[in-house]
C-alpha cells in the first residue's frame, strides 16, 4: 500500500474491498482489484485515466463506488486523492499566504492567523525529538498506570488523548473524571505509575497540585507546557516544551494538539496487533450500537 495514504480512511476501503471481492461481479472485481493494488494512482487519476490505463470502462469505476455504496465516483476516490494531497501539501510552498494576505482586511488576518498556526506547530514538532519521545512512550508503556490531567481548555487535550490513547494502551486514566479535582483521583498513584499534565499560563492550580504529589509519590511525571518551569515544587521526569503563542488573548493550542497526535502515533505502533485488535473491537462495537450516522445506501448494480 502507498505508505502516505491516510490508514484511517483508505485503509479500512481497501480492506473492505480486499472482505468483498469474491462477491463482486467480474468487471467490479477487476476494477476493486487495480484500486487495492494501486491507491496511490487512482486517487490521483480522473476515471477516464483509471478506465485508459485498464480497460475498464469508466461505467465500471462509477458502478463500482455504486456497488460500494458511495454517491458518486467522486466521493469513492476523496479518500485517497485527500490523503495524498496532504502527504505532499509542503511541497507546494507558502505563496497561497501572500495571495491570501492581499485579500482585504480579513484575509490579511487569515494569514497571519495561519502562519502563526504553522509557527507554532513547527516548532512544537521540532522541540519533540524522538530520543524525548520514545523515553515518554517507555515511561507510559512500562508503568503499572497512566494518568493524564489537565484543566479547563487544557481539558479538552487532555480528553482526546485519553479517549485514542487508551484504545493503545488500556491502564491510561483520564483525571478528573467528573467535577472533582485532580487530586481525588490521584489517591493511589505511586512510583509504578506515570503522569501526563498539560498545561498553559496561566498555570492551573489543580494541575500543578497534581504535579506535586506525583512527584512527591514518586511516580513518573510528563509535562507538556509552554515552559519547562512553570511553577516551585514540582519535579518533572519528562518536558515536551510546545509552543502556544497567539493573535489573540489565549494561548494557542495547535502546537500541543500535533505533539499528542505525534505520540498517539508512536503508541499506537508500540502497541503493536494488541492495540490493532484493540481499535478494531472500539470500531465494531460503535459501528453495531449505531454511534455513527449513516446516510441510505443506493440500491446495489449487477454486472
Known sequence: MDPHLDPRKTARLIQHLKDRMDSLPPKLKAAAKY??????DFGLDTVRTSAQRTGISANGFVRLAQHLGFDTFEAFRAPFRAALTTAHEADLGQDWLERMAGEGPAGALQAAAARNQLNITSRSLRLMTAERTQAIVDALTSARRSYVTATRSSYALAYYF???GR?????????PRHMGAALDDL??????????AITFAPY?????????L?????ASVILISDSEVIAPGIRTDHVLAVAANSLHAFGAV??????LECLLTHLIAAGGEDARRRIEAYDALRQDSGAYWSGPKLPRVGG
Do not use: K
Not at 492551573?204 to 506535586?212: F, M, V, Y
Not at 506525583?214 to 514518586?218: D, I, K, S, T, V
Open 204 to 212: 492551573s492550580a489543580g494541575t500543578i497540585q497534581a504535579l506535586r
Open 214 to 218: 506525583a512527584g512527591e509519590r514518586g
Open 187 to 196: 489517591l493511589d498513584i505511586g512510583p509504578e505509575d506515570c503522569l501526563i
Open 254 to 259: 495547535g502546537g500541543a494538539m500535533a505533539v
Open 35 to 40: 484500486v487495492i493494488d494501486n491507491p496511490g
Open 162 to 164: 485519553h479517549y485514542v
Open 167 to 175: 484504545m493503545a494502551l488500556p491502564s491510561l486514566d483520564l483525571v
